[in-house]
């Protein structure tokens, strides 16, 4: 496997230089481009790596999958009345459908949804960005994960389009709590900084029907992780989503900040990295290296 990675990576290298870092959050705009790793973690307990796997990064909207497991643990069948559960097709920070739907996302993904999703944790934990690092803490098995208080003092700073969607939402009656709390709460989720080992570790329940081995926790039902793993195949990458699983295969979920995880279900879990991103968000040489990968493993959860 570590030989594998090494020929992904020689692969995939020539490709950064053709798509841009995201400069719409002016802290992750200074962020070397030339950085590329991948990390897979087995459901053994092996860790498999190249590149840059030990650096971190920000895991922008990756954290979207630990709200949302947090958020199913707490929450009754009832939360899918405020959020839905269908691909927009639409880009990650996309307005436009959410006024002709009435202020209800069309999953927990995009950013609406996951602005939704926060405000759940929002009124279920006195603090709730403490109750999401330390569940990312445990399920990392790594103590120091810290949130990167620049890139999420930018977030804020450059809030206004996730702030609209968080004030129409409200307009509909579907925001409980204060929206500039639930923003920072958001962002702060965000700016985690992760490195590609931490998260192949921290998301591996969800390649082992739920079950976290290196704690010893059952984090997700076996049906509720089949569920987000559902949810991660139709809606992982925005309006990408569709070629992602034409040729990848796997339920997957990018950041802005250039990370993608992927699951194989029952086998592996795996988190690749490189800042630059293609036009919908999400990281190029990121997705080319997964596309090496299933074509090796020869394996898609699609058959
Ligand atoms: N923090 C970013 C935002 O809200 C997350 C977006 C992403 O990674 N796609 O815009």
Redesign the pocket.
């Known amino acids: 496997m570590n030989e594998l990675l090494a020929s992904i990576e020689q692969k995939v290298r020539p490709l950064i230089g053709q798509g841009k870092v995201?400069n719409?959050?002016p802290a992750l705009a200074n962020v070397n481009p030339n950085q590329f790793a991948i990390a897979v973690y087995s459901n053994d307990g092996q860790v498999f790596q190249a590149g840059q796997a030990s650096t971190n990064f920000s895991i922008?909207?990756?954290?979207?999958v630990f709200s949302l497991a947090l958020a199913i643990k707490h929450n009754g069948e009832e939360m899918w009345q405020r959020v839905g559960r269908e691909p927009s097709g639409n880009p990650?920070?996309s307005l436009a459908q959410l006024e002709y739907e009435a202020g209800v996302p069309r999953n927990p993904f995009i950013?609406a949804g996951?602005l939704v999703i926060s405000d759940m944790n929002q009124s279920r934990f006195a603090s709730p960005h403490y109750a999401m690092r330390e569940f990312i803490r445990r399920l990392a098995d790594n103590p120091n994960i810290r949130t990167d208080k620049v890139v999420a003092a930018s977030?804020y700073e450059f809030?206004a389009?996730?702030a609209s969607m968080a004030y129409l939402m409200k307009a509909f009656g579907n925001f409980d709590n204060d929206v500039e709390a639930v923003l920072h709460n958001?962002?702060d989720s965000?700016?985690v900084s992760m490195n590609c080992i931490d998260l192949a570790k921290a998301f591996s329940f969800l390649a082992n029907k739920g079950y976290s081995k290196h704690n010893n926790e059952q984090v997700l039902t076996p049906k509720e992780t089949a569920h987000v793993n559902s949810l991660l195949a139709t809606s992982g990458l925005?309006d990408e989503a569709g070629s992602f699983a034409y040729h990848v295969g796997l339920p997957g979920k990018?950041?802005?900040?250039g990370g993608i995880i992927a699951i194989v279900p029952n086998r592996f879990s795996v988190c690749v990295w490189s800042p630059e991103l293609n036009k919908s968000?999400n990281s190029l040489a990121g997705i080319a290296a997964l596309e090496a990968l299933s074509e090796s493993i020869g394996w898609s959860v699609f058959g």
Not at 254 to 257: A, C, H, N, Q, T
Request: glycine share 12%.
């Open positions: 995201a719409y959050i922008q909207s990756i954290s979207k990650f920070n950013n996951a977030e809030r389009r996730n958001y962002f965000c700016a925005y990018s950041g802005v900040g968000g």
